[in-house]
């Protein structure tokens, strides 16, 4: 009918494995020589996941590699492509607080 919205919607990946899921990122993020990362499997990789799981692979890279896997990425990539893989394997609530710290910025 006219009153049917579908929206999209993100569910959490059924077999995600904490740990492969880490490996999965450090594999990609060191494998890309003097190209980078390959983006499309970095963006493969990353929208496969909810929310939750990203930042619980956030948790568990950190824990694997004794590396912050945000910082990481924000080395490895670049201008837009950074800034929105940095947004989405951020917890949303961290994510909301920075973007109202950077827009308040200056104004007082």
């Not at 950190?62 to 670049?78: P, R, W």
Request: aromatic fraction near 8%.
């Amino acid at each position: 009918s006219a009153d049917t919205h579908i929206m999209a919607t993100v569910t959490p990946k059924p077999d995600y494995e904490p740990v492969a899921t880490a490996q999965a990122f450090n594999a990609i993020l060191e494998g890309g020589g003097w190209f980078g990362p390959n983006e499309h499997k970095l963006i493969q990789l990353i929208t496969s996941l909810s929310n939750a799981q990203r930042v619980r692979t956030v948790e568990e890279y950190k824990t694997v590699y004794g590396q912050d896997l945000i910082h990481v990425l924000k080395a490895k990539l670049h201008f837009n492509f950074e800034t929105l893989v940095v947004a989405l394997m951020s917890h949303p609530a961290e994510y909301d607080a920075h973007c109202l710290h950077k827009a308040m910025k200056g104004l007082g």
